[in-house]
């Protein structure tokens, strides 16, 4: 793994951007990301919503030639790539998913294997398919690219097991350079990703995260109904469009009704609507017809609205991850715009119990001896033969998987090693008890954001790695002149001569984390098997709890 590099600008790069797509500059961190593959090197970029993350496939498909594979989890999003390429831009570019008629999947297979140069958007379901691997593999692919890329990393905010094969799909395919690529991810959930997708040498860049142009607010709360009140109060009297977080279905529905009864445009959306509600919804909001959104965290990925004026969280996120993704969908077109978060802090513990649960080791054990007995049995027999429902199976399967315990193939199931059910669930098991910790600490996390004193930008820019060395003014900490004086506090004492943000360090009971944070009187470590702690200086130094290890 290689740290990120400046280097002057490649007049090949700079002429793709200008002259294929008309991109009269590019940002910082886009030529580095473009020129890594297009040399042979993988590279992982971490750059916000709306700062451009596609141009970098893009131009370094357009440098490369050949076919481009594009892992998209989402078929909306994936159309809206292909439409933007062949109508805005040109280019061949395909989307090759369940929503195609058998004719429309054959003439996008002949289009990739009969062009010169390609895009093809595919999901991770679709990269199970043998069949599918195959054709691509024969065609030539000189380009992998990971969208979402989070997704892949069990300590991501929105890990999702489909994407554990593409380390193996990309090796079937040649090992063509990869790029991946996500709009958030702390420390560890970079590496995660690396190791997961078994990308070599990789360069990592994180850019652009910090956002000046939105304003950051914590607005706290004693009782839920003064919260309700706010919430609607604050939008009421809001310009421009907006969106509205909430942390349950019946929560979007009701203070879509709230608002709706003020008079303003407003409406639901969340996974438990029709489709075509949901489609309706995001188009109106797209189109500008609909001002305010309210929704669950199902909303956002693929939007591209520039004008948001202001995203409000009526509740606490699951991470950080997830509240600065959602607040960068604010202000893309570089106008003020606001985030505020309504805290109330008894909203964690609804977080908490949403983080999830360890399973018993006699259903895991049931699972792997039935898995075990019939090798290449499908999940939906599997869930069959347990009388379970296909989500409890499917969550089981993947946290033996999770644990290397059993493989998942178009074939079917198939369990790995000879070890007993009873050894295989206990394994299984303290792994997901070490997941639930860190899904936990995550929380925890949102808490300290909402709490702290110190200037919140500094906060939020400090867990993705970025350092701001001054308190931003652009907050409620700043504006109330609180940050200022814990920013004085902070740094009349320098722990940085010790500890510094990326470390490794070693704890003499938690073992092995990354430094997050530091502060005169504390720093913040993420453990791979506890998540995230937040560790007194005087108690660390006193009883030598942190070990720093060589780079």
Not at 56 to 71: C, E, H, M, N
Not at 160 to 167: A, E
Not at 204 to 215: E, K, S
Not at 318 to 346: F, M, N, P
Request: a negative charge; one cysteine or more; glycine letters at 8%.
């Amino acid at each position: 793994m290689t740290t990120a590099r400046s280097a002057p600008p490649k007049p090949d790069i700079a002429a793709a951007a200008r002259d294929v797509f008309g991109w009269a500059r590019l940002r910082e961190g886009q030529i580095e990301a473009v020129q890594a593959p297009t040399s042979g090197q993988d590279v992982l970029a971490v750059m916000p919503t709306g700062y451009g993350k596609s141009a970098v496939y893009q131009l370094a498909s357009i440098l490369l030639g050949g076919v481009t594979v594009v892992v998209s989890p989402l078929i909306a999003l994936q159309d809206d790539q292909v439409r933007s390429l062949r109508e805005v831009h040109g280019r061949s570019a395909v989307a090759i998913n369940s929503s195609l008629s058998d004719k429309e999947t054959k003439e996008a297979w002949s289009e990739v294997e009969g062009g010169e140069q390609c895009f093809v958007f595919l999901s991770p379901e679709q990269l199970a398919k043998t069949s599918v691997v195959s054709r691509l593999a024969a065609r030539g692919v000189t380009l992998f690219t990971v969208d979402e890329a989070h997704c892949v990393s069990s300590w991501g905010h929105d890990f999702r097991p489909d994407y554990l094969g593409l380390d193996e799909v990309i090796e079937r395919l040649g090992r063509p350079p990869v790029i991946a690529l996500t709009a958030t991810g702390s420390g560890p959930v970079r590496t995660d990703i690396v190791e997961r997708l078994g990308m070599r040498d990789a360069l990592i860049l994180a850019r652009g995260f910090d956002r000046p142009n939105i304003r950051l607010e914590v607005v706290r709360h004693e009782s839920d109904d003064d919260k309700r009140r706010a919430v609607v109060r604050q939008v009421r009297d809001a310009t421009g469009p907006g969106l509205v977080y909430v942390a349950t279905r019946a929560d979007a529905e009701r203070y879509a009704e709230a608002l709706q009864a003020e008079g303003i445009p407003a409406d639901a959306y969340h996974a438990g609507l029709p489709d075509a509600h949901r489609e309706d919804v995001h188009n109106r909001f797209t189109d500008g017809t609909l001002d305010i959104v309210v929704a669950t965290s199902a909303f956002g990925m693929g939007i591209d609205k520039p004008d948001v004026r202001f995203v409000v969280h009526e509740a606490v996120t699951d991470s950080i991850d997830s509240y600065y993704q959602e607040v960068g969908r604010a202000g893309r077109d570089g106008k003020d715009s606001l985030a505020t978060l309504h805290y109330r802090a008894e909203d964690l513990g609804l977080r908490t119990f949403f983080a999830s649960g360890v399973p018993s080791e006699e259903s895991i054990a049931r699972l792997y001896e039935v898995v075990k007995k019939s090798p290449s049995i499908s999940i939906s027999d599997l869930a069959s033969r347990l009388d379970l429902s296909a989500r409890t199976c499917r969550g089981l399967v993947n946290l033996l998987e999770e644990a290397s315990l059993l493989t998942a193939t178009a074939a079917g199931l198939t369990a790995i090693g000879r070890r007993s059910p009873a050894t295989a669930a206990r394994i299984a098991a303290q792994r997901a008890e070490a997941q639930h910790r860190v899904e936990k600490s995550r929380v925890q996390m949102v808490r300290g954001y909402a709490e702290t004193l110190e200037c919140r930008r500094i906060f939020l820019l400090g867990y993705f790695g970025e350092d701001l060395p001054s308190p931003c003014g652009n907050c409620d900490t700043c504006t109330s002149g609180v940050s200022y004086e814990e920013f004085a506090r902070e740094h009349r004492d320098d722990m940085a001569a010790t500890f510094v943000v990326d470390a490794r360090v070693k704890h003499t009971k938690w073992g092995v984390g990354v430094v997050m944070r530091v502060e005169d009187d504390r720093i913040t470590v993420f453990f791979d098997n506890e998540g995230y702690k937040v560790l007194s200086v005087e108690a660390v130094q006193q009883n030598r709890l942190l070990t720093v290890l060589p780079v």
